[in-house]
């Protein structure tokens, strides 16, 4: 029999309706005596009419700079909730989202990779992530 992960990657959008997800996933890593890595990817791909839409001058840069200094800030808002501990930590990253959750994952030897999925267009992420992922992933819904 397999043993219980030690570490696990919890991915997050920082949304309301990521909460549960996270919820579950923190009790779960506390009832294994686990260690949880919560991740938020800032993507980095938008379409000129939404850079045009944005009308931040710096252009694409600042869009993304901005972002991710609002990611960080809402990430450790978000952490505090759900972080018990010393056995967990925070992380915001920018890039392809499925690249990036399976880049961190190898990266910081996670054992499972925790994802919701709450929109339809979540359902390719995950199944993009699981392609990449080098680990089991488990899917909370």
């Known amino acids: 029999m397999a043993d219980f ?3 696990v990657l919890v991915c997050t959008d920082l949304t ?3 909460e549960g997800t996270v919820a579950y996933a923190s009790d779960f890593v506390e009832k294994i005596g686990g260690e949880m ?5 800032v993507p980095e791909f938008f379409t000129e009419a939404d850079l045009m839409e944005l009308s931040i001058p710096g252009g ?3 869009v993304f700079v901005r972002l991710k200094a609002k990611a960080e800030k809402d990430m450790a808002s978000f952490s ?3 972080c018990k501990g ?8 920018s890039g392809v989202p499925p690249v990036e959750i399976s880049r961190v994952a ?3 030897a996670v054992d499972l990779i925790v994802m919701g999925c709450h929109t339809r267009t979540g ?4 199944e993009r992530t699981i392609a990449r992922a080098s680990c089991p992933v488990l899917v909370v819904k």
């Open 5 to 7: 992960p030690k570490k």
């Open 16 to 18: 309301p309706e990521s």
């Open 37 to 41: 890595l919560l991740l938020y990817v």
């Open 60 to 62: 694409k840069k600042e």
């Open 80 to 82: 505090s909730k759900y």
């Open 86 to 93: 010393s056995a967990c930590d925070a992380l915001v990253v």
């Open 106 to 108: 190898e990266e910081k």
């Open 123 to 126: 359902l390719g992420l995950v």
